[in-house]
C-alpha cells in the first residue's frame, strides 16, 4: 500500500468513527446543568445557576466557557453542545492519526481501540467535558513527549486540561514534569532560569481563574465537589465503591479497561514512557479515591485516552499482529449488549434504564429517547422530557422547585425558577451539609434546614419586588437568625450568604472567604 493510499485508509477510518460517534450523540441531564448557568449569563444575570446567589455548579469552567461562547452564537442548546463535541474528538483522530501515531498500523489499531470501547463512543458527546479533556490530554502527551517541549505550550496545556477537572491533575503531573525535565535539560545553564520561569508562567490560565473563583464565587472548588465529597462519608466505603466502579467497566465495557490496564504495564517498563504509566495509575488511583461515578465508564475516558496514544507511539506491533489486535477489539466491543457498535440499537424508541448494580448504570440509555440525536431528529427533542415540561410554570414569575435530577428542569424553568436541590450539586448551604444515610454514589442527598425555604422566599420577594423576571434589583437583605430553629444553622447560612450573595466588594467576604478555604482543607 503506498503512502497516499494509507493515508486515505486512515482518513476513511476516522470519518466512520466520528459518524459513529455522531449516531451516538445525546446530551444528558448534568449537562443542562451547565447550560442554564449559560443561558443566565446572556441574559445578564451573570455566571449563576439560581439567580439571586454566586455558586459555581460546574466541575468544568474551560468546558463552560467554550460552550458559553458557542451558545452566544447559537443560542441553541443541543446541536451547538453536540457539534462542539464532535469538534473536539475529529481534531482528537487528527492528532492521534497524524502526529501521534509513528505508524499507519498504528493509526489504523487506534481507530479501532477507539471504536470498541463504549464509554469513549458515548462520552465522546453527552455535553460533559470528556471530549475537550481527551483533545487536550493527546496534546499535552505529544507536547510532553518532545524531545525539547516548549515550556510555554506544555505548562498552558497542562493548566488547560486541569480547567476542565481538577482531578486530572493527578493525571497532568507526571507528563508536566517528565516535559519540564526535558525543557530543563535541553538547556545550557545560563538559559535555565529563563525556561524555569516559562514553566512557571504557562500555569497562568489556572491561576486566573482560581482567582476568578475566588473573588466571584467566593470558593476555590466548585459546589458539586462538596456536594459529591461529603465530609462525612468514610474515605474507605468511597474506594469500595471506585472498585465496584472498576468492576462494572470490566463486565459491560471490557476494551476500556483492558487498553488502559495493558498500557499501564507496558509504560512502566518502556524507556522514556514511564512517565505515562504513573500517570495512567494516578488517574486510576483517584477515580478509585473518589468513589466512581454513577455513570457507566465516564470517568476512565481521560485515561483510556492517554493509553491509546501510548499504544499508537510505543507499541510496535507488525501489520499482521496490529490487524488482528484491531479486529479483535472490534469484536469484543460489538459483543458487549449495550455497545455503540450495534447501531441499529441507537435510535430508542422509549427511555430505558439499564442498571449495573451499586448505583451505577447506562446513562445514555436513559436520556437517549428524549436526548439522543435520533430523538431530536424525531422531533422528540429535550423540551418534551417531561422533567422539561413541568418546568414551564416557572418561567412566568419567580418560583421555587425543589427537584433531584435539576438539569432539564432547570434549564427550561427559566431565571424565573429557583432550584432547591437536596443532591446539593447546585445549592450551597447543602452542599455544606452532611449527607443521608444510605447514599448512591454521586447521589448524597441533604435535608433543608428548617427555616431556610422560608429565608429564599423572602430574599425573592425582596430582590424581584414586581414578581417579574428581570435582573435582581438588589442582594437578598438580611435574614433574622430567628428564622432558623438551630444557631448553627443561622451561623452557616450567614455565612454562606456573605460568599454566594453579598456584594463582590463587601468588607466582610475576604474573611469569609479565608474561613471556607480552611474549612475545605481541613475537611479533605
Known amino acids: 500500500m503506498s503512502g497516499r493510499q494509507a493515508g486515505a485508509a486512515v482518513a476513511i477510518g476516522s470519518a466512520l468513527l466520528l459518524a459513529l460517534v455522531a449516531s451516538a450523540g445525546w446530551v444528558g441531564d448534568d449537562a443542562f446543568i451547565t447550560l442554564r448557568v449559560i443561558d443566565n449569563a446572556w441574559h445578564g444575570y451573570g455566571l449563576r445557576w439560581n439567580v439571586i446567589e454566586r455558586v459555581q455548579v460546574y466541575t468544568h469552567p474551560l468546558w463552560m466557557l467554550l460552550l458559553g461562547a458557542l451558545y452566544g452564537v447559537s443560542r441553541e442548546p443541543f446541536w451547538t453542545t453536540i457539534a462542539a463535541s464532535l469538534a473536539a474528538t475529529g481534531a482528537l483522530l487528527h492528532i492521534v492519526t497524524t502526529r501521534i501515531a509513528r505508524t499507519v498500523a498504528g493509526a489504523v489499531l487506534a481507530l479501532a481501540l477507539f471504536a470498541g470501547s463504549k464509554a469513549f463512543v458515548e462520552f465522546s458527546t453527552s455535553g460533559l467535558e470528556n471530549p475537550l479533556s481527551h483533545l487536550l490530554l493527546a496534546l499535552l502527551a505529544l507536547s510532553a513527549s518532545s524531545p525539547s517541549p516548549a515550556p510555554w505550550r506544555l505548562s498552558g496545556l497542562a493548566a488547560l486540561v486541569a ?62 465537589a462538596l456536594a459529591k465529597l461529603p465530609s462525612n462519608v468514610p474515605r474507605i466505603d468511597l474506594a469500595a465503591q471506585g472498585l465496584w466502579y472498576f468492576r462494572d467497566s ?61 499504544v499508537a507511539r510505543h507499541v510496535a506491533l507488525p501489520a499482521a499482529a496490529a490487524a488482528g489486535t484491531a479486529i479483535a477489539a472490534l469484536a469484543l466491543g460489538v459483543a458487549m449488549p449495550e455497545s455503540p457498535l450495534r447501531v441499529w440499537r441507537l435510535a430508542p424508541r422509549e427511555q430505558r434504564v439499564v442498571t449495573h448494580g451499586h448505583g451505577i448504570l447506562d446513562e445514555r440509555a436513559f436520556y437517549a429517547s428524549f436526548t439522543s440525536v435520533w430523538a431530536v431528529l424525531g422531533a422528540h427533542g429535550p423540551e418534551q422530557h417531561p422533567w422539561a415540561r413541568g418546568a414551564r410554570d416557572a418561567q412566568l414569575a419567580p418560583r421555587i422547585m425543589v427537584f433531584e435530577a435539576v438539569g432539564l428542569l432547570g434549564y427550561h424553568a427559566g431565571p424565573g425558577g429557583h432550584i432547591l436541590d437536596p443532591l446539593a450539586l447546585t445549592d450551597p448551604v447543602a452542599s455544606r451539609l452532611p449527607a443521608l444515610p444510605g447514599w448512591r454514589i454521586g447521589h448524597f442527598r441533604r435535608e433543608f434546614p428548617e427555616g431556610y425555604e422560608a429565608a429564599i422566599h423572602a430574599c425573592l420577594a425582596a430582590v424581584f419586588p414586581a414578581n417579574a423576571i428581570a435582573p435582581p434589583a438588589g442582594p437578598c437583605p438580611p435574614v433574622p437568625p430567628s428564622t432558623f430553629t438551630l444557631p448553627s444553622m443561622a451561623a452557616l447560612h450567614e455565612h454562606v450568604v456573605l460568599l454566594s450573595q453579598a456584594p463582590i466588594t463587601d468588607s466582610r467576604r475576604p474573611a469569609a472567604i479565608w474561613r471556607e478555604i480552611t474549612r475545605v482543607a481541613g475537611a479533605r
Open 163 to 224: 480547567l476542565c477537572r481538577f482531578d486530572l491533575l493527578a493525571v497532568i503531573a507526571p507528563l508536566w514534569l517528565s516535559g519540564a525535565s526535558s525543557c530543563l535539560a535541553s538547556e545550557p545553564a545560563t538559559g535555565r532560569r529563563r525556561v524555569g520561569l516559562a514553566l512557571v508562567a504557562g500555569w497562568w490560565p489556572l491561576a486566573a481563574w482560581l482567582a476568578f473563583a475566588v473573588v466571584y464565587y467566593g470558593a476555590v472548588v466548585p459546589n458539586t
Open 250 to 310: 470490566f463486565v459491560s465495557d471490557p476494551v476500556t479497561l483492558l487498553v488502559i490496564a495493558t498500557a499501564t504495564v507496558h509504560a512502566l517498563r518502556t524507556p522514556g514512557a514511564r512517565s505515562t504509566g504513573v500517570a495512567l495509575a494516578l488517574g486510576l488511583a483517584v477515580v478509585i479515591a473518589v468513589g466512581g461515578d454513577f455513570m457507566s465508564g465516564r470517568f476512565l475516558t481521560p485515561a483510556f485516552v492517554l493509553a491509546v496514544c501510548h
